[in-house]
């Protein structure tokens, strides 16, 4: 998975907020230590819960993006983004599955995902037009996100041709290796024990090129919970995109 920078964002001085608890004294509340989840599994046979694929599925995340341009503008903001399953077709290869972006009640990406019992793979993505008019694009061939069965420790590799993270068509790298499971906290106050999939690799467009690396956290039943990305783009743009969960609706 990767993620286009939203370069419209509006510039300004961020205004921060800092409370100060008042008074030391002792109140004799002994905080207690917050229970651990239940360590991620993945059941053999049900690996497609890693990103439940069903119609009306959604997940909101905040997302927080620092970034810089060549001028030395800076695009920072932090704002919230929606992914939707629109449409699931099933097909010979499995369930396809069309996901929309969408900020502030405008869809910024619709992308397609085949998952079946071989793994998760995206099938395109979109580019996007300053008047918000969007172009597939399919990824030829489709990316490899997650291999079933999820072994710790596996490693693969993909080139192709595919959207890169400043909103263009060109050829994208990746290498891909699943962690050991990681305890990470999410938007909605709730921490989640999760599979990491951490991925690096280089993209060059006709404008743009450089190198990135990602790192996905999905939890059975739920999805995709927390993301992060850095992308460092030649006389382009250098910055980080932080993903995390505020609420979802998985059937």
Do not use: H
């Not at 002792?26 to 069903?54: D, F, H, I, R």
């Not at 597939?136 to 061939?141: A, D, I």
């Not at 690096?200 to 059975?220: C, L, M, Q, R």
């Amino acid at each position: 998975m990767r993620m286009r920078y939203v370069k419209e964002l509006a510039l300004g001085a961020l205004t921060l907020s800092v409370l100060s608890g008042c008074g030391s004294g002792s109140t004799g509340y002994v905080p207690q230590q917050a229970k651990e989840p239940p360590k991620a599994t993945v059941e053999a046979g049900k690996e497609t819960n890693l990103y439940p694929m069903t119609e009306g599925n959604q997940w909101t995340y905040s997302v927080e993006q620092r970034a810089q341009n060549a001028q030395g503008q800076q695009l920072n903001g932090d704002f919230e983004i929606t992914f939707k399953v629109v449409k699931v077709e099933e097909t010979p290869n499995g369930k396809v599955g069309t996901v929309e972006l969408s900020k502030d009640g405008n869809v910024t990406d619709r992308q397609k995902w085949l998952v079946n019992d071989k793994g998760m793979y995206q099938l395109s993505a979109s580019t996007s037009t300053k008047e918000g008019v969007l172009t597939e694009v399919m990824f030829s061939p489709m990316q490899t996100s997650i291999k079933f069965p999820v072994k710790v420790g596996e490693k693969y590799k993909w080139e192709g041709t595919a959207t890169t993270m400043l909103n263009e068509v060109g050829k994208v790298t990746a290498e891909s290796e699943v962690l050991e499971t990681q305890i990470v906290d999410t938007d909605q106050g709730k921490r989640f024990s999760t599979i990491p999939i951490v991925t690096s690799g280089t993209f060059a467009g006709k404008n743009s090129k450089g190198t990135y690396g990602a790192t996905s956290w999905y939890s059975p039943n739920v999805g995709l919970v927390r993301y992060r990305q850095e992308v460092l783009a030649a006389n382009q743009i250098a910055g980080v995109l932080t993903f995390r969960l505020k609420a979802y609706v998985v059937k």
